[in-house]
């Protein structure tokens, strides 16, 4: 099993930063690669990043060019940097840990955007 905790988000004005922080646990060797999703209010949950075991990274169009997925192994975290933010970036971010069987989610952290 693999548990996910999420961390870094916060209220910040528009065209601000975070960094949101996903830490890994438990069976880290079963991981091929983490995902970055959110859900805003009243919507669907929609997937924002990943970044693969090799390090091969995507993004949804929509925060192509602002947000950039990373990683620290030594650490068993990976990081989502969010810069540029506009408001319809509000909503709850999850990390997301691809592994046999059933995929393993965090508990989310809350981003907030105002204008």
């Known amino acids: 099993q693999v548990q996910l905790v999420e961390s870094g988000g916060g209220l910040v004005q528009a065209g601000g930063s975070l960094r949101l922080s996903c830490a890994a646990s438990g069976s880290i060797s079963s991981i091929s690669a983490i995902y970055w999703h959110r859900q805003a209010p009243g919507k669907q949950r929609e997937w924002v990043a990943i970044?693969?075991?090799?390090?091969?990274?995507n993004y949804a169009d929509s925060v192509k060019g602002r947000f950039a997925i990373s990683r620290d192994n030594n650490k068993n975290t990976v990081y989502l940097q969010m810069n540029s933010l506009k408001p319809e970036d509000t909503g709850v971010y999850y990390c997301?840990?691809?592994?046999?069987?059933?995929?393993?989610w965090g508990q989310g952290t809350q981003v907030t955007i105002s204008t």
């Open positions: 997301k840990a691809a592994v046999p069987g059933t995929d393993s």
């Open positions: 970044i693969t075991n090799g390090g091969r990274t």
